[in-house]
């Protein structure tokens, strides 16, 4: 066996055999213990109390069971695809094993063993077997010559997608309330999403997302223009100052846009425009020119013998930008674009000063914001769950259909 199936990782595979034992041997110990009654995961499992998420105990305690057996089977039996199997055993049960983490307090609840449990409450058992299991998969993976990033990759996924899952969860959660002991709901609704846009109700979600809409679709047309433009310019032409004017926005870029915002409101308070959808969309524009940077590394990138012909052919400037800059631009076009939309359609520390009181002109962000205040909180924050979805999707959506494009302007941009 030593030869034809691990060769020199046998160190490896002894202690992912013990790993594997020792977290079968830990589902006998206590997992849960509060007020001097404790409970091990297999009493659990025969005394579950018919939760939709017993399965995820049940699968824990199943596949700690088949992790063991495999690892000792396969020490007398060699078989290089019956090491793999085992891999992918041990990864399910690592993933069942993570997962009771957030189930634990359905699960032993639902038992009639506990009321209000924490998972401050998980007994040492829980604790070794969470450990082991890890500590199983990584060595098998070190004998099956597996890339033990992967791991650590699912881990900064999993930590990165709990508040997106949380997010979901809430926003379908049937009970009211900012804060509840448990991640799964007890009962799922559409009521909130629907509560959003109900004519009886007294947020104006509708007009919210459309104001934002409008702010975001304007800003992404004029700021792409803008940007383009800008970038064409400093990128195919030299005249007089022009170092001196790409420095200076440099320099200006290098401060927060925060810290103009009180005067840039008193600006517009002077000229009538503030709490309007039209200050948004103006300052956003105004300040477009600025983000030029990467679409001009872009542009450098396009042969400069290709406006050479097209000038000798007698086309103007604007025709070479819009016949060939542009056709032969649309990865960065589709990166401006999207950088625009996504901008104005999440900015909110500008649109909370312009808008004030004025509740009819908020966007998304502000309008969330509203319902988040400790007046309101524990009223609304299934409502806030969902606008938050909702406003997420169109990014989502438009990320993934244009993810290949925004890739290529990126990289396109660096290469130059």
């Not at 940077?293 to 012909?309: N, S, Y």
């Amino acid at each position: 066996m030593k030869k034809t199936i691990i060769g020199l990782n046998l160190d490896h595979y002894l202690k992912a055999m013990a790993g594997a034992v020792i977290a079968f041997l830990a589902i006998f110990a206590p997992y849960a213990s509060k007020e001097g009654t404790s409970v091990s995961m297999i009493s659990a499992l025969l005394k579950r109390g018919g939760s939709y998420v017993d399965f995820i105990l049940f699968g824990a305690v199943i596949f700690t069971a088949l992790s063991a057996v495999a690892s000792v089977v396969l020490f007398f039996m060699t078989s290089v695809k019956g090491v793999r199997l085992w891999q992918v055993i041990a990864a399910i049960q690592t993933v069942f094993v993570t997962l009771l983490l957030f189930s634990s307090k359905k699960i032993l609840e639902s038992t009639g063993l506990f009321n209000s449990f924490l998972s401050k409450n998980l007994g040492v058992g829980f604790f070794i077997t969470l450990v082991a299991a890890y500590f199983t998969l990584i060595n098998v993976m070190k004998v099956t010559r597996t890339n033990r990033g992967y791991i650590l990759l699912t881990i900064l996924s999993v930590i990165w997608l709990f508040p997106v899952l949380w997010i979901v969860l809430t926003s379908l959660r049937a009970e009211q309330g900012y804060y509840v002991g448990y991640f799964i709901p007890h009962g799922f609704t559409l009521q909130n999403f629907v509560n959003l846009f109900s004519n009886q109700s007294v947020l104006p979600f509708g007009r919210w997302w459309l104001n934002t809409f409008i702010v975001a679709i304007c800003g992404c047309v004029f700021n792409t223009m803008i940007v383009l433009m800008t970038a064409f310019i400093l990128s195919r032409t030299r005249f007089t100052g022009r170092k001196t004017f790409m420095n200076i926005l440099m320099i200006i870029g290098m401060f927060p846009g925060f810290m103009s915002l009180i005067a840039v409101y008193n600006i517009l308070k002077g000229l009538g425009l503030n709490q309007s959808l039209l200050a948004l969309i103006v300052v956003g524009a105004a300040g477009a020119a600025m983000g030029y940077h990467v679409t001009k590394g872009f542009f450098d990138t396009i042969p400069k013998a290709l406006d050479e012909a097209a000038i000798i052919d007698g086309a103007s400037r604007f025709q070479i930008f819009r016949k060939i800059t542009l056709p032969l631009s649309k990865s960065i076009i589709v990166y401006i674009a999207l950088g625009g939309f996504l901008g104005a359609w999440s900015d909110y520390i500008f649109p909370s000063m312009l808008f004030g009181d004025k509740q009819s002109s908020y966007t998304v962000a502000v309008g969330l914001f509203w319902m988040t205040d400790f007046r309101r909180i524990d009223t609304y924050y299934t409502q806030f769950a969902a606008g938050a979805v909702l406003v997420a999707l169109p990014i989502v959506i438009l990320f993934v259909w244009l993810q290949r494009f925004y890739v290529e302007g990126l990289s396109g941009a660096v290469k130059g």
